[in-house]
């Protein structure tokens, strides 16, 4: 059954239910409406799907001003001070950093290449072998890098790792940059 949705209180900038409305169950945790807590003491309400649930708690809210993310790798974040991942926090002085590069680059027959291929074979197959020059299309190449790089990090008790899939050489350097770069902080705090 398919009930109208609840009509707002006019006051309530959260657009929640009236208390009025005849679909609410005071008897259920945050008036059956879900995303809403019951109990006043925890805290201002948010929205529906934007409230913070569960024991982990998203390491990237209480950084302080004064340290400021630097850089980040994959779901890692880097301040001057600080090592913020998934797994919790640590000095970024000492800790010890890892990448491997699991991509492979292979190199074949351009797409485009084997289209004009056929595409001029086709049109001037009847022109005294004209069709036959649309076979050096064939002769384009390119270049199709897969697989990922693994960053992990560790130190005072944390291990975090990371698989940051690449599509390009480009970006499996850039990686290893931000790799470097972390490493260099990690020696001279």
Same mark, same amino acid.
């Given at each position: 059954?398919?009930?109208?949705p609840?009509?707002?209180?006019?006051?309530d900038p959260?657009?929640?239910?009236?208390?009025?409305?005849?679909?609410?169950q005071?008897?259920?945790?945050?008036?059956?409406?879900p995303?809403?807590?019951?109990?006043?003491?925890?805290?201002?309400?948010?929205?529906?799907?934007?409230?913070?649930?569960?024991g982990?708690?998203?390491?990237?809210a209480? +950084?302080?001003e004064?340290?400021?993310?630097?850089?980040?790798?994959?779901?890692?974040?880097?301040?001057?001070?600080?090592?913020?991942?998934?797994?919790?926090?640590?000095?970024?002085?000492g800790?010890?950093?890892?990448?491997?590069?699991?991509?492979?680059?292979?190199?074949?027959?351009?797409?485009v290449?084997?289209?004009?291929?056929v +595409?001029? +074979?086709?049109?001037?197959?009847?022109?005294?072998?004209?069709?036959?020059?649309?076979?050096?299309?064939?002769l384009?190449?390119?270049?199709?890098?897969?697989?990922?790089?693994?960053?992990?990090v560790?130190?005072?008790?944390?291990?975090? =790792?990371?698989?940051?899939?690449?599509?390009?050489?480009?970006? +499996? =350097?850039?990686?290893?940059?931000s790799?470097?770069?972390?490493?260099?902080?990690?020696?001279?705090?």
């Open positions: 059954m398919n009930y109208p609840p009509p707002p209180d006019p006051g959260y657009g929640r239910p009236a208390p009025s409305d005849p679909y609410a005071p008897d259920m945790p945050s008036g059956g409406y995303g809403y807590p019951s109990d006043p003491a925890a805290g201002p309400l948010v929205p529906y799907g934007k409230e913070q649930t569960g982990w708690h998203s390491p990237y209480p +950084v302080p004064n340290d400021a993310v630097l850089t980040t790798i994959g779901d890692i974040a880097i301040t001057q001070t600080t090592v913020i991942t998934p797994a919790g926090r640590l000095p970024i002085k800790s010890v950093w890892t990448s491997t590069d699991m991509s492979h680059t292979t190199e074949g027959i351009a797409t290449g084997i289209v004009l291929a +595409v001029t +074979v086709i049109l001037f197959v009847g022109l005294c072998g004209l069709g036959l020059l649309g076979l050096l299309f064939l384009m190449k390119e270049q199709k890098t897969q697989g990922s790089v693994q960053v992990t560790q130190g005072n008790g944390v291990y975090h =790792s990371t698989m940051i899939p690449v599509h390009s050489p480009q970006a +499996v =350097s850039q990686i290893m940059q790799v470097n770069y972390a490493r260099s902080l990690a020696a001279t705090n």
